[in-house]
């Protein structure tokens, strides 16, 4: 069965950046579309950023102007682009994608989340 491999989180201080990676394990599946969510302790997981199958890109709310979300179809990776982080950033990020295998649709498969921690 194939799984979002997320790599990139960390720690780093208010005003920096991280880059986050949502890779599939096996490349006979193409990622189509994803999407980044995030959930801070004590909160519900929040909608970050997501990219359609057509590329077309949507940040949300706090993330607007700071986080890019992109797609290298050759590696099969989705990234996060974070900028400018702040404290309230920090929370576990997790890569939520669609795949494509042979003409069938594979949707809402999750990976294991990453830990983004922003320090003041």
């Known amino acids: 069965q194939v799984q979002l491999v997320e790599s990139g989180g960390g720690l780093v201080q208010t005003g920096g950046s991280l880059r986050l990676s949502c890779a599939a394990s096996?490349?006979?599946?193409?990622?189509?579309?994803s999407r980044w969510w995030r959930q801070a302790p004590g909160k519900q997981r929040e909608l970050v950023a997501d990219?359609?199958?057509?590329?077309?890109?949507t940040v949300f709310d706090s993330a607007k102007g700071r986080f890019t979300i992109s797609r290298d179809s050759a590696k099969n990776t989705v990234y996060l682009q974070m900028n400018s982080l702040k404290p309230d950033d920090t929370a576990v990020y997790y890569c939520?994608?669609?795949?494509?295998?042979?003409?069938?649709?594979?949707?809402?498969?999750w990976g294991q989340g990453t830990q983004v921690t922003v320090s003041s």
């Open positions: 939520n994608a669609d795949f494509l295998r042979g003409g069938i649709s594979y949707y809402d498969h």
């Open positions: 096996e490349s006979t599946f193409s990622i189509i579309a």
């Open positions: 990219i359609s199958v057509s590329g077309s890109t």
